[in-house]
T-cell receptor, first 115, second 116 residues
Framework: AQSVTQLGSHVSVSEGALVLLRCNYS??????LFWYVQYPNQGLQLLLK??????LVKGINGFEAEFKKSETSFHLTKPSAHMSDAAEYFC?????????????FGTGTRLTIIP | EAGVTQFPSHSVIEKGQTVTLRCDPI?????LYWYRRVMGKEIKFLLH????????ESGMPNNRFLAERTGGTYSTLKVQPAELEDSGVYFC??????????????FGPGTRLLVL
């Protein structure tokens, strides 16, 4: 069975500092991986996704993530945090085979930006 | 292109009552999914429709939950009778048909259900 672990349910960074949100996965086959973001009072929005092409994936709002098979990780980073990045971030896994299309989510990381 | 919409945005009901949640997927998306997030926990899969057929309902908690997708367009999720532990945020998502090389599931804003 697959699983996703997000280390740190709450992360605080200063405005302008590096954002690093951790995601590790467990899967019997290399999965597709996603980062979603939920801003206050809104739904889930796709930030970026890895689908077995380039291991470094760039997303919206300056975020990027790198798929590292050896470390089973897909950490999300942004060089310089902005106040508008305050939100909850979810890492999710999808098996790369049709017929099993349920996303498995981590527990989420709430990001706070300190002015 | 309009996104996934869900109605209502919030619902507060008493234990034992019935609630029906509605999801309208993105036009042309054959796949429709329901997920739920109970407070403080991870978002969990409930079920998956392909058009009007249930492809996978392995995540449905019990028989108090009934999902339908008549005509393969919008879907409803009915909880009857509601229990306290059913409180949470119910998300709907949709995705394009297989073979169109887009695995992304697009989510709606969710329905926040509170059972008192």
């Amino acid at each position: 069975a697959q699983s996703v672990t997000q280390l740190g349910s709450h992360v605080s960074v200063s405005e302008g500092a590096l954002v690093l949100l951790r995601c590790n996965y467990s899967s019997s086959v290399p999965p597709y991986l996603f980062w979603y973001v939920q801003y206050p009072n809104q739904g889930l929005q796709l930030l970026l996704k890895y689908t077995s092409a380039a291991t470094l994936v760039k997303g919206i709002n300056g975020f990027e993530a790198e798929f590292k098979k050896s470390e089973t990780s897909f950490h999300l980073t942004k060089p310089s945090a902005h106040m508008s990045d305050a939100a909850e971030y979810f890492c999710a896994l999808l098996p790369p085979n049709f017929g099993n299309e349920k996303l498995t989510f981590g527990t989420g990381t709430r990001l706070t930006i300190i002015p | 292109e309009a996104g996934v919409t869900q109605f209502p945005s919030h619902s507060v009901i008493e234990k034992g009552q019935t609630v029906t949640l509605r999801c309208d997927p993105i036009s042309g998306h054959d796949n429709l999914y329901w997920y739920r997030r109970v407070m403080g926990k991870e978002i969990k899969f409930l079920l998956h429709f392909v058009k009007e057929s249930k492809q996978d309902e392995s995540g449905m908690p019990n028989n108090r939950f009934l999902a339908e997708r008549t005509g393969g367009t919008y879907s409803t999720l009915k909880v009857q009778p509601a229990e306290l532990e059913d409180s949470g945020v119910y998300f709907c998502a949709s995705s394009r048909p297989p073979g169109l090389l887009d695995e992304t599931q697009y989510f709606g804003p969710g329905t926040r259900l509170l059972v008192l």
